[in-house]
Every structure is written in structure tokens, then in C-alpha cells.
């Protein structure tokens, strides 16, 4: 539109039409602005679906005294290690618990279940109490080496081979001394990792190796909170396990599963479960632990495949949510 100024035009029609002007640039400068900021708050976003933006390689996590069952945990200091995939990232925390390694762990009792409850098996810690040892010291291989180290080294060859699949793990236990009980190391499992793994060899006082197996739940038990919630998650992961060593030629023992109340059951919120690897009778050299470690790949990879379409830890930190 042109406007033919003249004479007849008087200084009050020329000022209106140049702030009317100047509005109009005012409002589309506005405009832009707001799409733009609305922009970089979805990039922002977007973000929150990736692992890496809430934890580093190496990154090292303290138990929060604001998650849930924080405050059943006696030995807290210590921290878990995050490690995380440099290729093909599933953006799936898979959390590697060596068992024992906490100095002074068996001098200290944490609750059995959260409620109070006595205990329904025996174990470490015999059925009716109330209390646990909070991290037993484990047991002793027939050739005089402690299990703890032993998980610790089968945690370190696991973790490696999880990182080539593209999971990020949660080392629970780093070094040869964590000082993290089992409540603490769960509920970090918990908050932290979309399924938990603990490492162990069976006490059991025979002279032969007689297989792995994972350690399901009670019947009793799964009417508790929070298992009856999780146990079918808990098994399902156990299953996947077993049938990965044992397509690997590990030899399982029995039907593959054995039902003992533990601690870690009873306080998690994610698929978790304790595998025993063997007894004291076992073989537990470097090439031993290689073969074990590449079954319970196997497994892993079953079981994201059925049960983890969308990581849950990233549908847990997008909603700002606590497990």
C-alpha cells in the first residue's frame, strides 16, 4: 500500500502512520524471538531421553538420602561407578553387583525387608529374624581364594563385554572394598540402572561344582512390598540369565533356580537378581569367568529384547519421577 503524501496531509496523520510502523516491527521481532526460545526448550528436552546427560563415564554416584529405602541402609560412604558405551549405545544401564567386598560389612544388621518382617528362609542369616548381616564377607574357594575377589574380577570381564554390546553398566563394586551395604547398593540399583545383577558363589559345603543358578523368590515373599510388585520381573531376568549359560555350556544346577529371601529382593524396584556362578568346587580361572561372562551376555540380550522396548530410566528421568 502507498500513501501519496501532500500538502493537505497534516503532521498528526504522518505521526500516526509511523508508530504504527514501528509497532508492527516491534510485534514480528517478538514473535521471532518467542520462536526461538520455544525451540531451544524443545532441544532441551530432547536431551532428557539420553543416559549421557545425567551421568558421565566414570561418573561416580553416592546413595541420595531422599530415594525410597535410603534411610534402611547402615553403611553408605562408598559410591558406584558409571560407565558408559562408546559405540552403538541402547541407552540401557545394566548394573554389575561383585558381591561382598565391604570391610566391617558382617559387624553390621540392616533390616531384612522394609516393613520389619522376620525373614522366611534361612540363608547368611537364619529364617525368623529380623535383621541381616548387612554384607556378609562370603565364602572361600577350595584352592583358599575369597569369593569377593573372584566376583570382583568377574564383574570387571562382564563389564567389559556389556560396554561392546552398547549397555552402559553400573559398577556397584569398582575397587576391592566398597562401603555400600546391600540395601545401599540396591536402592542406588534402583534409582540409577534399568536392571540390577548381583555376582556369587554358592556356600554350600559339597566336594563337587554343582552348576549355576539364579536365586528366585519365596512364595511368601512375593505378597510384600515392594516385591509383589517386581518378582515376575526379578524371575524373568533370572530365567533369561540361566538359559544364556546355559546355551554357553555352563552347567546349571537343578532346575536352574533356587527360592531364598534376600535383602536385594525385598528393596528392589527393578528387575533384579542374584546369580550364583557356582560353589567352592568351581573353576574360577580368567577363561572360566570369560565363558560365564559371555552367557550371561547372552541372557542380558534376551532379555532387553522381550521386556525393555523403552529403557525405564528414561522414561524415569524425563518425568523428573523417583523410583
Known amino acids: 500500500m502507498k500513501y501519496k503524501i501532500n500538502k493537505k496531509t497534516n ?23 518467542q520462536a526461538t526460545t520455544k525451540k531451544g526448550v524443545r532441544n532441551v528436552s530432547a536431551k532428557t531421553t539420553d543416559t549421557s546427560s545425567f551421568y558421565r563415564n566414570k561418573e561416580k554416584i553416592y546413595l541420595d538420602s531422599s530415594w525410597k529405602y535410603a534411610d534402611h541402609a547402615k553403611i553408605t560412604s562408598g559410591y558406584a561407578v558409571m560407565y558408559t558405551a562408546k559405540k552403538n549405545r541402547k541407552d540401557i544401564v545394566i548394573a554389575v553387583n561383585a558381591g561382598h567386598g565391604t570391610k566391617g560389612g558382617s559387624s553390621v544388621k540392616t533390616l531384612c525387608h522394609p516393613d520389619g518382617s522376620p525373614k522366611l528362609t534361612g540363608g547368611t542369616t537364619q529364617a525368623g529374624a529380623i535383621q541381616a548381616v548387612a554384607v556378609s564377607d562370603g565364602m572361600t574357594f577350595r584352592d583358599g581364594t575369597a ?10 570381564i562382564l563389564k567389559k563385554k556389556l560396554l561392546a554390546e552398547g549397555y552402559d553398566v553400573l559398577m556397584v563394586r569398582d575397587g576391592k572394598d566398597v562401603q555400600l551395604d546391600n540395601v545401599a547398593r540396591t536402592v542406588i540399583c534402583n534409582n540409577v540402572a ?6 556369587h558363589w554358592d556356600s554350600d559345603g559339597l566336594r563337587y561344582d554343582k552348576g549355576a543358578f539364579a536365586i528366585s523368590v519365596p512364595k511368601g515373599l ?3 512390598k515392594p516385591v509383589s510388585s517386581y518378582w515376575e ?20 544346577s537343578g532346575t536352574g533356580a533356587t527360592a531364598i529371601d534376600l535383602t536385594q529382593t ?9 546369580m550364583e556362578l557356582g560353589n567352592q568346587c568351581s573353576d574360577h580361572s580368567d577363561r572360566k569367568l570369560e565363558v560365564l561372562a559371555d552367557g550371561l551376555v547372552q541372557g542380558v540380550n534376551k532379555y532387553v529384547k522381550k ?17
Open 11 to 33: 503532521k498528526k496523520t504522518i505521526t500516526f502512520l509511523l508508530m504504527l510502523f514501528l509497532l508492527l516491527i516491534a510485534c514480528c521481532q517478538d514473535v521471532s524471538v
Open 147 to 156: 569369593e569377593r575377589d573372584v566376583t570382583l574380577r568377574m564383574a570387571k
Open 194 to 199: 534399568d536392571c540390577h545383577i548381583a555376582l
Open 222 to 224: 512375593k505378597k510384600k
Open 233 to 252: 520381573q526379578h524371575e524373568a531376568l533370572g530365567a533369561a540369565l540361566v538359559k544364556g549359560l546355559r546355551s554357553n555350556g555352563v552347567k546349571i
Open 266 to 274: 525385598s528393596y528392589s524396584t527393578i528387575p533384579s537378581v542374584d
Open 307 to 323: 521386556h525393555i522396548k523403552i529403557a525405564p530410566l528414561r522414561d524415569y528421568k524425563k518425568n523428573g519421577g523417583s523410583k
